[in-house]
């Protein structure tokens, strides 16, 4: 079993729409959770953490369920800018990142 | 300024050949890691370097070896590269590794293609 699972999508929608997936983890001992962004053909990029509380950073909305072992991304009032892949990364062993395979999005105008 | 730099950015080799990758930060970050992203664009970690010293080294080929001269650049030789050694590299730094799990910082990432 993968560390890191996520819905590869794609996900297609239109400008000002609300797309929402999740990601699920195995290690139950996991400490920090992110949503990083890659476009293509261009190196992932921190997009925001995930705090137990859940948290929102303008568009974006992280939540983090440690019972059911997921985290989901909700991107509100989408623009064609937010077309990207969207990687759940989990913090399982010391210094080790997993990252999960990606979930693409393409918002279309 | 660029905050992770990887050289060379295109690498286009035949099997069998040596080749190094170089990476540097200018973030003061302690730790530097490798990763290697598929063509599924599954990105997994091989290496990571805190202070200079090898914390990270998952089950990767002996053909890859990284070193890390001093805490701002983290290295990649590969020897006898063989075809599915084709990949993107990307080096990656943070400031503190551990269960904080800090920010990681992308280099642009360095495309080998093994003919």
Known sequence: RKEV?????????????????????????????FWYRQDCRKEPKLLMSVYSSGNEDGRFTAQLNRASQYISLLIRDSKLSDSATYLCVVNGDDYKLSFGAGTTVTVRA | DTAVSQTPKYLVTQMGNDKSIKCEQNLGHDTMYWYKQDSKKFLKIMFSYNNKELIINETVPNR????????????LHINSLELGDSAVYFCASS????????????GPGTRLTVL
């Open chain 1, 5 to 33: 699972e996520q819905d590869p999508g794609p996900f297609n929608v239109p400008e000002g729409a609300t797309v929402a997936f999740n990601c699920t983890y195995s290690n139950s001992a996991s400490q920090s959770f």
């Open chain 2, 64 to 75: 890859f070896s990284p070193k890390s001269p001093d805490k701002a650049h983290l290295n």
């Open chain 2, 95 to 106: 400031r503190l590794g551990g269960r904080g799990g800090n920010e990681q910082f992308f």
